[in-house]
């Protein structure tokens, strides 16, 4: 969970029940979007309760960008060096299918908020 910020200009405490499993499902979704049950409330109450999915989607999109660019480029290095094979092949093709598949989703979840 997130720490308190010191001068916090939250003053008003509201307090609700929730069944076990409506509870459980909260902290779930706080859990997968890192947030404190307040934070997530106040986004559920302005509308904005997914924003989240896309900073992951973006996050985990540059990484496997990164990621693949670092394979092109060892495989370019190997191809210069007369080391290619095709098993550096199948790999960056495996790389590329990834990032298609990760590039289709960001654009799924953005497009829908």
């Excluded at 910020?5 to 902290?27: H, M, P, Q, W």
């Excluded at 896309?54 to 290095?77: F, P, T």
């Amino acid at each position: 969970m997130k720490k308190r910020a010191k001068n916090s200009e939250k003053g008003e405490i509201f307090c609700v029940r929730f069944t076990k499993k409506d509870r459980e499902y909260l902290d779930e979704k706080c859990g997968e979007a890192g947030l404190t049950a307040g934070e997530y409330l106040r986004r559920c109450m302005y509308n904005r309760p997914l924003d989240y999915v896309a900073v992951k989607q973006y996050n985990d999109l540059v990484y496997e960008v990164s990621r693949i660019g670092n394979n092109i480029n060892q495989i370019a290095h190997n191809a210069n060096c007369g080391y290619y094979n095709e098993a550096e092949s199948r790999r960056l093709l495996a790389n590329m299918r990834v990032l298609k598949e990760l590039v289709g989703k960001a654009a799924e979840k953005i497009g829908d908020h």
